[in-house]
């Protein structure tokens, strides 16, 4: 299975304070990755650091193939949902996709076609992403109009919208109700089915078990331990929790 993010000797620090240690992480191609880790652990900095929203001190990332920190070509393959999405709150769900799309297409139009990505301002794409999240009766409503779990769903949307093969979702589950979760789940188990690569944030570990194909453990600014389908799907039962949690709250 081919890599299509690969991060290596990551370091960065705020304050005089390291965040991320020596921080090495891959995925491949149709995986879903849960990056586990306790508030502050790190897990935000890591996803904006991937975006090429901040900075690492030291490292390097490779985005299918490319060096992110130099070309940012790759992130027109990437869709993402960072911390409580933010929207204009007297646009309709219909208008904040619309405005998304138009921002790819003038933003990164060039580079979108380079890696063959449609972020044409199609109405099948806003229609087959409200569907998908659960939004297709809401997708005319004020934004102000909208619950928190209808504005996850509608930044998971904008995630989705211009089909990209790599997503980046930062607590994900953060507002949703047990059937929301569950939605949530299923949709993020088909895209990755269709082949998308999902790199997901959670500090609970109930929420990235039953999805996550791997779960890495970050903590000490590092991914101190990585588990397989096989280790994640029970087999540790409740040791396992024990050894995550152990794991979670090391600090090295
Ligand atoms: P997580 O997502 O795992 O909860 P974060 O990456 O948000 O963790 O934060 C890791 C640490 O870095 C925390 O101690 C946080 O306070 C600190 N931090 C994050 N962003 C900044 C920033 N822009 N300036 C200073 N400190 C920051």
Do not use: W
């Not at 009766?137 to 989705?160: E, F, H, T």
């Not at 979760?181 to 089915?193: D, F, P, T, V």
């Amino acid at each position: 299975m081919g890599v299509v993010m690969k991060a290596a000797g990551l370091e960065k620090a705020y304050g005089g304070i390291p965040v991320l240690n020596h921080f090495d992480l891959s995925m491949r191609a149709g995986e879903i990755y849960g990056l586990l880790g306790v508030n502050g652990a790190g897990k935000t900095t890591f996803m904006k650091i991937l975006l090429g929203l901040q900075r690492p001190d030291r490292g390097q990332i490779l985005l299918f193939g490319r060096e992110v920190l130099r070309e940012r070509e790759g992130l027109a393959l990437v869709g993402s949902m960072i911390e409580m999405p933010a929207f204009y709150e007297h646009l309709c769900g219909e208008e904040i996709l619309s405005m998304h799309l138009s921002y790819l297409n003038a933003y990164g139009g060039r580079h979108s076609a380079e890696m063959g990505v449609r972020t044409r301002a199609g109405q099948e794409e806003i229609r087959e992403a409200l569907r998908l999240t659960g939004l297709e009766g809401a997708g005319r409503k004020p934004v102000s109009q909208y619950s928190l779990g209808m504005r996850q769903r509608l930044g998971l949307a904008r995630a989705i919208v211009h089909r990209p093969k790599l997503l980046i979702l930062d607590e994900p589950m953060n507002g949703l109700d047990p059937v929301g979760i569950r939605k949530m789940r299923e949709l993020l188990k088909g895209l990755s089915g269709e082949g998308v690569s999902i790199l997901l944030s959670s500090h609970i570990l109930e929420e990235v078990r039953y999805m996550a194909d791997r779960i890495g453990v970050l903590s000490g600014g590092q991914i101190c331990r990585e588990f397989s389908v096989a280790e994640v799907a029970g087999e540790f039962g409740k040791a396992f929790e024990d050894c995550v949690i152990d794991l979670m709250e090391r600090r090295s």
